[in-house]
């Protein structure tokens, strides 16, 4: 019997309880997410800065999560999630509350620092909660859960624009980092308050010898082969770093793009153009738990990747008002595909998932490399045109999501629907031992019958 428990395991009542603590941690990070795109905008008229060098924040927050991701898994394999979560917390408040200094004297450079201290601190955050919320439950309605946990990332990510545009951009303070200080420090306060409540909570440790007993019970056992062929994990990397590449190029200069279009659109009305974006991606995220409850999440990833691609291109060369509607359509249809990702990545992965979830966290570094290339590109050229960098991203992504849909019709044909591996396997396993207790009965029967002939002969 393996030690400690998987999500079937839990009441009803600590199922909830732990679904909506590590939900809480989804909020957190959205919301630094969220400020990061307005402040790379706002930076460039501040520092007098260039597109390229003013998206140096992102290339130090999503760096940090291609640095610490590996570390951050290594560590809740030998201490827990919850410790991992203490950990992640605490780096979140450190970086936030060096915000502060680094407005007063104003340091590009110390922002820049401060974002990679936060970036490690969030990749660490990401690591537990999303492993865990993929882990708390069947396998069937993972990607599911984590698409709803992430849908309150999507409603702290619009929060933080709509508090820039109101306050960044407006009067005196489009020149002044004050209100970037306070800002800062209520973020810090936040993670000290969440540090100290699960400090004081009871989170129930799912872990990875019980998920790995789940599969091998029903005769589930590729978690036996080395992490280095878990193949599935490993190109889920590959189009979780290409995904979320695009995705930060998409939002970094949105506020460019927008304010560039020439349809009587200024940067104060783009910040806040770009909060309705985030709202359009949340409402993805909650209309995306729906259809997951019934699509094959591989199939839906596939359809939701080429309409990325579409509107992607739609964006870099549709005029005017045009361009803004495709920017809000790839919003709408970049909603699933990373918490999808991520569950595709790392289903049933046994005494490898914590692992491979560090491995697909990794996948968000890809957010440091994508917004200076097309940073270049709107330098040299257009902000529109510089979206065919993203392009490449959901090209690969939706190269990986149909070679899943592929994989799994050559195993076990088409699916449209979703299913539970383990459970299907489970009720086929009972189905033949019920068939073989019949066959041993019919068979006693037979032999009893041939004895009494002989006798009575």
């Not at 999630?81 to 780096?91: N, V």
């Not at 590009?108 to 969030?122: K, P, R």
Request: proline share 3%; glycine share 10%; charged share 15%.
């Amino acid at each position: 019997m393996a030690d400690g428990l998987t999500g079937a395991d839990l009441s009803r009542k600590q199922w909830a309880f732990a679904f909506s603590l590590v939900t809480s941690l989804f909020f957190t990070w959205g919301f630094a997410y969220g400020l990061l795109d307005v402040l790379n905008a706002h930076f460039q008229t501040i520092f007098s800065i260039g597109k390229t060098k003013s998206t140096l924040l992102q290339l130090a927050y999503f760096g940090a999560y291609l640095v610490f991701a590996p570390f951050a898994s290594l560590f809740m394999e030998r201490y827990g999630y919850k410790k991992g979560i203490h950990l992640g917390l605490t780096l979140y408040s450190l970086g936030a509350i060096f915000f502060w200094p680094s407005a007063v004297y104003r340091a590009y450079g110390g922002f820049v620092g401060c974002t990679f201290v936060i970036g490690c601190g969030l990749s660490c955050l990401e690591v537990a909660a999303n492993s865990y919320i993929s882990v708390l439950g069947t396998p069937k309605y993972a990607a599911a859960r984590l698409n709803f946990s992430q849908g309150f990332q999507g409603v702290a990510s619009f929060a933080g624009p709509m508090i820039a545009s109101r306050w960044f951009f407006q009067g005196k303070n489009a020149t002044s980092l004050d209100t970037v200080q306070w800002v800062y420090l209520a973020v810090a306060g936040l993670g000290l308050v969440l540090n100290v409540l699960f400090y004081f909570c009871t989170l129930p440790e799912i872990t990875q010898d019980a998920l790995a007993q789940e599969m091998h019970e029903v005769g589930m056992t590729n978690d036996k082969d080395p992490f280095w062929k878990q193949y599935r994990c490993i190109f889920g990397w590959v189009a979780q770093t290409a995904y979320v590449g695009a995705q930060v190029a998409v939002a970094s200069l949105a506020v460019n793009f927008l304010a560039e279009q020439g349809v009587g659109i200024d940067k104060p009305l783009a910040s806040q153009l770009f909060s309705y974006c985030q709202i359009t991606f949340t409402v993805g995220r909650f209309v995306g738990v729906v259809l997951l409850n019934w699509i094959d999440p591989a199939l839906l990833l596939s359809f939701f990747a080429v309409a990325c691609c579409a509107f992607s291109l739609g964006v870099a060369y549709g005029p005017g008002v045009s361009g803004v509607g495709c920017l809000f359509a790839l919003f709408f249809f970049e909603s699933i595909c990373y918490p999808v990702i991520f569950t595709l990545g790392t289903k049933n992965l046994g005494r490898h998932t914590k692992r491979g979830s560090g491995l697909i966290v990794m996948g968000v570094g890809g957010g440091a490399w994508f917004p200076p290339a097309a940073g270049s590109i709107a330098d040299r050229d257009t902000t529109a045109h510089s979206y065919i960098v993203p392009f490449a991203g959901y090209v690969a992504m939706a190269i990986y999501a149909a070679g899943i849909v592929i994989d799994q019709s050559r195993k076990g044909g088409f699916r449209f629907r979703t299913i539970d591996e383990i459970a299907q396997k489970r009720a086929q396993m009972e189905k033949m031992e019920k068939a073989q207790q019949r066959g041993g009965s019919d068979s006693d029967l037979d032999k009893k019958g041939s004895e009494e002939f002989v006798e009575s002969v």
